[in-house]
């Protein structure tokens, strides 16, 4: 709380995870980027903190896609079908908490892919591709929609552009 004030106090707004609400009061203008889950995003969200979603277990894009190959599972291991199942109002978050949401973002850390550094963009590629074009669905929409459609549709516009990339 003194740190947000502080960084207030210069014009400047405070940007935290979402374990820093437990801790008191903060600024108004505080950013909490809710990365626990989804109950931790609507407490923030509920407490009037300009909120960013991105819980691990659909946003983290350095957790595994399946159980044969490498990466971290401990929020979920999952592929673009996940992602693409986020809604907001399907969460629970009601219309005042709504109003909170500044959005959705997805993360990934580094840490996963340093091992893999001869081949370092195409395991970025592939771990963040197309799990990030259902992120943009569900950031533009609030809501994925249904894996056929979306498929269908990726396949048509990104996937040409996604294999020359590699």
């Given at each position: ?11 400047k707004r405070a940007a935290v ?59 979920a291991i999952f592929d673009a ?45 592939y771990m963040t591709y197309p ?36």
């Amino acid at each position: 709380s003194r740190v947000s004030e502080i960084v207030s106090s210069y014009g400047k707004r405070a940007a935290v995870w979402n374990e820093a609400i437990e801790g008191g009061r903060l600024s108004d203008d505080t950013r909490v980027y809710c990365w626990e889950g989804i109950k931790e995003s609507r407490q923030s969200a509920a407490a009037a903190y300009r909120t960013i979603v991105m819980p691990g277990q659909y946003f983290y894009f350095d957790m595994k896609q399946s159980q044969r190959e490498p990466g971290h599972d401990w929020a979920a291991i999952f592929d673009a079908k996940k992602p693409l199942s986020f809604d907001l109002v399907g969460q629970g978050f009601t219309e005042q908490e709504l109003k909170n949401v500044v959005g959705v973002q997805a993360s990934f850390f580094s840490e996963a892919y340093i091992s893999h550094r001869e081949d370092e963009n195409d395991y970025i590629y592939y771990m963040t591709y197309p799990r990030i074009c259902a992120l943009s669905e569900v950031a533009w929409r609030g809501a994925g929609g249904e894996w056929a459609k979306f498929y269908s549709k990726l396949v048509e516009s990104h996937y040409s552009r996604m294999v020359a990339m590699g």
